[in-house]
């Protein structure tokens, strides 16, 4: 078998596990969350009206201003979040203050809605702060029912992820990503 059709064969495979991954999602039992309440630049707002009228809601855990591989997917989130937000409302969530991620953002071209958990216990319970002041990156999904909120899904973000193109389309170069790192400025 050459090159090309084993390239089409795994192509298939990560289809095929896509699929399953999403078929496992839809049937695991969701986990009951409480109504956190986190701090923006307004005021608070509680995890319940992130939803606004909407049933379901994506929440990427984002490390903050710090990390420059969280603005990295926050980068490639803001190109496609009219189009997440069309199907359910997006939001980003870090442990800086509501001013840092306003300047952040707006220093960025940020278009999308962020909201502090500084003060609340919504990263340790989310599994995003195994240790006080330690986060990692991820995505969470919830659902809003008549008994409250139900966490759907979750995953860690990381280079390889399937949700930053840019580890991918290095794959395809001849040495890979070859040590590259993110960086605030180029």
């Not at 090309?4 to 399953?20: G, M, N």
């Not at 603005?71 to 359910?88: E, K, P, S, Y």
């Not at 003060?119 to 008994?147: C, N």
Request: one cysteine or more.
């Amino acid at each position: 078998m050459d090159s090309k059709q084993q390239l089409q064969e795994i192509e298939e495979e990560i289809s095929a596990l896509q699929q399953r991954r999403r078929e496992v999602i839809a049937s695991a039992p969701r986990e009951s969350v409480p109504d956190y309440t986190f701090s923006t630049e307004e005021g608070e707002v509680k995890l319940s009206e992130l939803f606004g009228d909407a049933g379901d809601l994506i929440v990427v855990h984002n490390m903050g201003r710090s990390c420059s591989y969280c603005t990295l997917w926050a980068d490639g989130f803001n190109g496609v979040v009219q189009h997440l937000n069309d199907r359910a409302p997006f939001v980003v969530v870090s442990p800086d203050p509501p001013s840092v991620q306003k300047q952040f953002a707006s220093s960025r071209g940020w278009t999308f809605r962020m909201v502090s958990c500084e003060g609340t216990d919504f990263a340790k319970d989310m599994g995003v702060e195994p240790e006080p002041g330690s986060y990692w990156p991820g995505i969470s999904t919830f659902r809003k029912t008549g008994d409250g909120i139900e966490r759907v899904a979750f995953t860690f973000l990381g280079p390889g992820d399937p949700f930053c193109s840019v580890w991918h389309i290095f794959d395809m170069l001849a040495e890979g990503a070859a040590g590259w790192q993110p960086k605030f400025d180029y």
